[in-house]
């Protein structure tokens, strides 16, 4: 059996590339301007295949581990700076969620196989 492509897993998953691309566009964080939150859903409806499953994976991978940005920010706080450290958090916050899931592996938080699969 040969591996599915993207546009055939999406299909199976999620029925059209048109509704996987709504569901990560309600997951992501919105512009207030209107103009830039147009913008932003149609950058992410004429995104591949291949990164909408990306982005839907990491955030299936984030309320699955973690629950909440926050929670995940929380547990690489504490691991990498038990002490705190305000301005690192602060640099984090601004993070989107596959970055931030890649700072949690590399502190051992998110096993690399977790990631691969999202």
Same mark, same amino acid.
Request: proline residues 6%; aromatic residues 6%.
């Given at each position: 059996?040969?591996?599915?492509? !993207?546009? $055939?897993i999406v299909e199976? %998953?999620?029925g059209s590339?048109a $509704?996987?691309?709504?569901k990560v #566009?309600?997951?992501?964080?919105?512009?207030e301007? %209107?103009?830039e939150?147009? +913008?932003l %859903?149609?950058r992410?409806q004429?995104?591949? *295949? &291949?990164k @909408?499953?990306?982005?839907?994976?990491?955030h299936q991978l984030l309320s699955?581990? #973690?629950g909440?940005?926050? =929670?995940l920010?929380?547990?690489?706080?504490? +691991?990498? #700076? !038990? *002490?705190?450290n /305000?301005?690192y =958090?602060a640099?984090? *916050?601004?993070f989107?969620?596959?970055?931030l899931?890649d700072?949690?592996? $590399?502190?051992k938080?998110? $096993? !690399?196989a /977790? @990631?691969? &699969? +999202?």
């Open positions: 059996m040969s591996k599915k492509s !993207p546009l $055939q199976d %998953e999620h590339k $509704q996987l691309a709504k #566009f309600d997951l992501l964080d919105h512009p301007d %209107e103009d939150a147009h +913008s %859903e149609y992410i004429t995104m591949s *295949n &291949r @909408l499953l990306r982005l839907w994976g990491a699955d581990k #973690f909440s940005k926050q =929670e920010i929380d547990a690489i706080m504490a +691991s990498k #700076f !038990p *002490n705190g /305000e301005d =958090e640099k984090i *916050n601004r989107t969620v596959p970055k899931l700072v949690a592996r $590399q502190q938080l998110v $096993q !690399p /977790e @990631l691969r &699969r +999202s």
